[in-house]
């Protein structure tokens, strides 16, 4: 599966923007997604993640309350809806997926198996 990641761009703070992460290859609609974030000289961390139903949704602690991810299976896309931006969410934004149908989400970058290519974002002060 490829996934592409778009719809990162520059924006003041608390200004929004929707992330979308779509496949091709083979869809994804019945397997979990996770957005992982990147800044520069950091680690990549777990952001968000939704089961393949939609059923669940994770968050960490940093944007719990400001964003928000959503699927829509028919299209393969999964969207991460970022509101009240802040300059410590500039980082490159990642989406991925992990190979076991029906797999569990997971917060950890290690249990994901398809990434796509990052999109910056980048909220200025």
């Known amino acids: 599966v490829q996934l592409q990641a778009s719809g990162g761009g520059l924006v003041q703070a608390g200004g929004s923007l929707r992330l979308s992460c779509a496949a091709s290859g083979r869809t994804f609609s019945n397997y979990p997604v996770g957005w992982f974030r990147q800044a520069p000289g950091k680690e990549r961390e777990f952001v968000a993640a939704?089961?393949?139903?939609?059923?669940?949704?994770y968050y960490a602690d940093s944007v719990k309350g400001r964003f928000t991810i959503s699927r829509d299976n028919p299209k393969d896309t999964v969207y991460l809806q970022m509101d009240s931006l802040k300059p410590e969410d500039t980082a490159v934004y990642y989406c991925a997926t992990r190979s076991g149908r029906y797999s569990t989400t997971s917060h950890r970058k290690d249990e994901y198996n398809f990434w796509g290519q990052g999109t910056q974002v980048t909220v200025s002060s």
């Open positions: 939704i089961s393949w139903s939609s059923a669940s949704t």
